[in-house]
């Protein structure tokens, strides 16, 4: 289940975050969760940055925002926190394949429930580094319209973090995105 946003945000708008986040040191993204992050470039292969917690960054706002408008219109779930942006790089040959975005925590009130992702890059500067939902045995990859859409620059798809996703592989040029993901009481 998800809930798109078709370009909500203007250009400009993801042009500065891309600036402001690349002026940033960016590390090797890890698989796993929290407490046992580990390197693994045949489930992912990408830079990340994490985006400090601000209520005033842009970026936090956009995230937060529209988090909270797909569940309200939605999901209708009990979300308790917002967690860190992460800023993601994409280049040539790099891809994050099928997951989910749970993940295993002894904390009270912290499981993932939605995630966000807003798509910062002109869609015409790079080939491949389509992000896909996988459903039901088979893949929604086939849906032009959605294909596109969530390709294009300045939108976002809010999700249910349960769900299977991937970023297929850049061929060429370089993706830019920011994730982001709320958690809640835990699902009865």
């Not at 394949?97 to 993932?112: A, F, G, L, Q, S």
């Not at 976002?156 to 996703?165: A, P």
Request: proline share 5%; charged share 25%.
């Amino acid at each position: 289940m998800f809930y798109i946003f078709p370009k909500i945000i203007e250009p400009e708008v993801c042009n500065e975050i891309v600036k402001d986040c690349m002026s940033k040191d960016l590390e090797l993204a890890a698989v796993g969760n929290a407490s046992s992050p580990r390197d693994d470039p045949k489930i992912r292969k990408t830079s990340v940055y994490f985006v400090p917690v601000d209520k005033n960054n842009n970026a936090n706002k956009i995230a937060w925002g529209f988090l909270k408008e797909a569940n309200k219109i939605l999901f209708h779930y009990d979300l308790t926190y917002f967690q860190q942006i992460q800023f993601a790089k994409y280049s040539d040959g790099e891809f994050y394949d099928w997951h989910v975005d749970t993940y295993e925590t002894n904390e009270p009130n912290k499981t993932r429930k939605l995630s966000m992702s807003l798509m910062l890059t002109d869609p015409n500067t790079f080939t491949g580094g389509e992000f896909q939902f996988y459903n039901g045995g088979r893949s929604f990859e086939d849906d032009e319209q959605m294909k596109k859409e969530l390709k294009t620059q300045g939108t976002i798809v809010v999700f249910d973090s349960r769900d299977f996703h991937r970023v297929t592989p850049v061929t060429k040029g370089t993706r830019h995105s920011i994730v982001c993901w709320a958690t809640g009481v835990p699902f009865k």
